[in-house]
């Protein structure tokens, strides 16, 4: 997944999937990532897909990694990484419809945190505005 052009990003689409009645995100562990190797704990998703509404491709790839549908809440927050300039990433707020919670594709296990715990798992730049927005869900 490499920039063919210094100008063009690679567009990766993230799930904060929240649960209301515990009052706490999904996230999963992640392996050997190949682009960014201090990678561990993420939100699930992945790489936008030209040919898919962005939407669509948000809950195929959480589908693939978590084995639940999610509700697309809307777009949160969008931001680069010092560590890989070229990747683009969009935040969704998601909530948990139904499936069968099951790790799957580049996803080795999942977790539900409480949003204060979130960050002691990111082994890579948490942004301050992604931080302070999780935070204050209720």
């Not at 996230?27 to 962005?54: H, M, Q, T």
């Not at 969009?90 to 790790?103: D, R, S, T």
């Not at 945190?113 to 942004?127: A, G, I, M, N, Q």
Request: net charge negative.
């Amino acid at each position: 997944m490499e920039a063919k052009e210094p100008d063009k990003f690679m567009v990766v689409l993230l799930g904060i999937i929240f649960d209301p009645k515990q009052k706490k995100i999904l996230i999963g562990r992640r392996e050997n990532d190949p682009y960014i190797s201090k990678l561990s704990w993420v939100f699930p998703g992945g790489r936008a897909i030209p040919e898919e509404e962005l939407e669509d491709s948000l809950k195929r790839k959480i589908k693939e990694e978590t084995g639940l549908d999610v509700e697309n809440l809307g777009a949160v927050f969008a931001k680069t990484y010092p560590e890989k300039r070229e990747f683009l990433s969009i935040y969704y707020l998601c909530e948990a419809k139904n499936g069968e919670e099951k790790p799957g594709g580049d996803i080795k296990e999942l977790k539900w945190v409480v949003p204060e715990e979130l960050e002691k798992h990111f082994t890579t730049s948490f942004h301050p505005h992604v931080k302070e927005y999780i935070l204050n869900l209720k």
